[in-house]
Antibody, heavy 124, light 108 residues
């Protein structure tokens, strides 16, 4: 079964740091782009970061310079290091599977598998 | 940044009836558009990609159409399990993905 399981969420003070993890199973992790997407309570979805199969990383302006996405293919794991956290970063954080690449050919960039999410609360 | 605008914000429909949800992009995204369904307390689920291709396991009552800037998700005969929030997402402007703000489909 294809599965993504997030962990590492919790309560952190403004200015603090937190590291999220996502454990992947049931598919060839190294062949997929991976993403983090967040959702504040009662709000919509916001893309937070992406990492390609070659380790290339991407961020929107709202988190660039504060968040770092990484992956460890040998452990089928995705990470999100979050520094200088703000109240506005409070949300459920989902990891999601993105584009599949093999032999120089890639699928489109939609997100077809999502984890159940982990909650991050930034508050004093 | 490509802005995705969904309408209406809330749609009230009776079970068995048809629901039509709209999504508009601020500039062309070709057919690089996906639809997701999200139920309370759950993660989003991919319904449609490429504007009109159903994802694996998605019932045929869900259909997507459109290209460029105007897109539609149609649910032909609403079942009780279809009442949820629906999001569109453009992935044309890789890697700057953007989502619409969502349409809540509620029971009339």
């Amino acid at each position: 079964e294809v599965q993504l399981v997030e962990s590492g969420g919790g309560l952190v003070q403004p200015g603090g740091s937190l590291r999220l993890s996502c454990a992947a199973s049931g598919f060839t992790f190294s062949s997929y782009d991976m993403h983090w997407v967040r959702q504040a309570t009662g709000k919509g979805l916001e893309w937070v970061s992406a990492i390609g199969t070659a380790g290339d990383t991407y961020y929107p302006g709202s988190v660039k310079g504060r968040f770092t996405i990484s992956r460890e293919n040998a452990k089928n794991s995705l990470y999100l290091q979050m520094n200088s956290l703000r109240a506005g970063d409070t949300a459920v954080y989902y990891c999601a599977r993105g584009r599949y690449c093999s032999g120089g050919s890639c699928s489109p960039h939609y997100m077809d598998v999502w984890g159940k999410g982990t909650t991050v609360t930034v508050s004093s | 940044e490509i802005v995705m605008t969904q309408s209406p914000a809330t749609l009230s429909v009776s079970p068995g009836e048809r629901a039509t949800l709209s999504c508009r992009a601020s500039q062309s995204v070709s057919s690089n558009l996906a639809w997701y369904q999200q139920k309370p307390g759950q993660a989003p689920r991919l319904l449609i990609y490429g504007a009109s291709t159903r994802a694996t396991g998605i019932p045929a009552r869900f259909s997507g159409s459109g290209s460029g800037t105007e897109f539609t998700l149609t649910i032909s005969s609403l079942q009780s399990e279809d009442f949820a929030v629906y999001y569109c997402q453009q992935y044309n402007n890789w890697p700057l993905y953007t989502f619409g703000q969502g349409t809540k489909l509620e029971i009339k």
